[in-house]
DNA sequence: CGGCGTTTTGAGAGAGCTCAACATCGGTGG
DNA sequence: CCACCGATGTTGAGCTCTCTCAAAACGCCG
């Protein structure tokens, strides 16, 4: 996922897992379709996607499942679980892929032991809260044209005119919630209009997008 | 939390925040429509909802105001203002209530003596994380119908069937990002065709919804 | 060169939005 | 007690927009 789940920004777990926690870590390869945890499960600790894309859903009364997410390279899950003595939901590789688990009890003893980590976790949850809220607000938009002018403008450069893409179109379409041929088309228009400048994967907003 | 909420109970504020800073803490009354405070302001401190209900929201560029989250009695909600300079969002009552504010600097101070404290407070914000990525799975949904069956079938109580509304459905239809119109269109068709049955403010679900 | 995935454009249909009218309910004041 | 009023709830009709299906040009890599 170019854009990692939370729209914006990833907090590197390099930042503010402690080395001692990081060298407890242990590597599992997966493959496509097997399962990690399951929804009543025993948490085994912090999770990190090295590789692949990792879904988490539920399965309802009716038997059909429902995706809360699906994670890629450097975003954590089930941090939630830390917390819990079970697991809510089910983890499923949708790709061959490998993750990375931080043991619960290091996790936690690290946590009662150095306040600093402790905070810098709630300040990376605090980040992911505020991100989630903005996608949310995203994808309120309905009109494809003002949820790629939102995206952009989310997205934009220092400079605040300057959007590098980090993917394909097809993947950016997906993660705003759009065809990808909606995402062409939307972007035609804006070019064609003087709203926006293309040259590979950069994009130019004019100041009367 | 009336809506999007995984149905886990509520940490109480007494369970976790050390005396010391409850006794810092202000109560707040407001009427319905007034806001507690504003996009771009300066975060006072940790708020948690005593009487009513207030919501978490941003206005987009059409004047649309979009709804993020609405916390009920014994939620918090801005934890994320804790470690940001301003506020991201505006947080407005929708009925005539009442907040407790616990000073920033006396929580902060806290979660740095006190790590029992620091890890509640990521307990909490983890299960606000699994909400929203809830939320935003559910609006990547676009199907009314299916939106709705999403909604009702993570909404569900305990015996997986019956889901208890706790505001309007106007309300609701703005939670999961309908118009009411739509919502009211659906809900009249999944009961038509015998997947649901309304009777007040709570629906019954069919197995084969 | 040949194959595969991305990018692009076209045409049609479906679904939800918008605008509109009306019913219903609860509270308020004469 | 009833008329009024505002907000919620409900249904109708038309329209716009995106999705879907389809086809073709483009770019990359073996």
């Known amino acids: 996922m170019p854009w990692g789940s939370d729209g914006v920004s990833l ?22 379709g097997e399962a990690i945890f399951r929804l009543g499960g025993k948490p085994a600790g912090l999770y990190e996607v090295i590789m692949g894309r990792i879904r988490l859903a539920r399965v309802d009364r009716s038997g059909r ?51 600093k980590a402790a905070q810098a976790f709630s300040a990376t949850l605090a980040r992911q809260v505020m991100n989630l809220r903005t996608r949310i607000e995203q994808r309120n938009i309905r009109s494809a044209r003002e949820r790629v002018r939102h ?6 450069g220092s400079d605040g005119r300057t959007v590098q893409l980090q ?18 088309r939307t972007l035609a228009a804006l070019e064609r209009s003087g709203g926006i400048k293309r ?6 907003l004019s100041k009367r997008l």
């Not at 995206?151 to 934009?156: K, Q």
């Not at 993917?167 to 062409?184: F, Q």
């Not at 040259?199 to 130019?204: F, R």
Request: net charge neutral; hydrophobic share 45%.
């Open 199 to 204: 040259k590979g994967g950069k994009i130019t």
């Open 11 to 32: 907090m590197p777990v390099e930042n503010w897992l402690p080395a001692v926690v990081r060298a407890a870590a242990t590597d599992h390869k997966l493959k496509a």
């Open 65 to 115: 499942e429902i995706v809360l997410h699906i994670a890629g390279p450097g975003e954590t899950f089930a941090e939630a679980s830390l917390f819990s003595p079970q697991y809510h939901c089910d983890a499923i590789a949708s790709t061959n892929a490998t993750v990375r688990v931080y043991p619960k009890r290091e996790v936690l003893a690290a946590f009662d032991k150095n306040p």
């Open 167 to 184: 993917g394909t179109l097809k993947d950016l379409a997906a993660e705003i919630g759009l065809t990808h041929e909606a995402l062409y």
């Open 151 to 156: 995206f952009l403008a989310l997205n934009a």
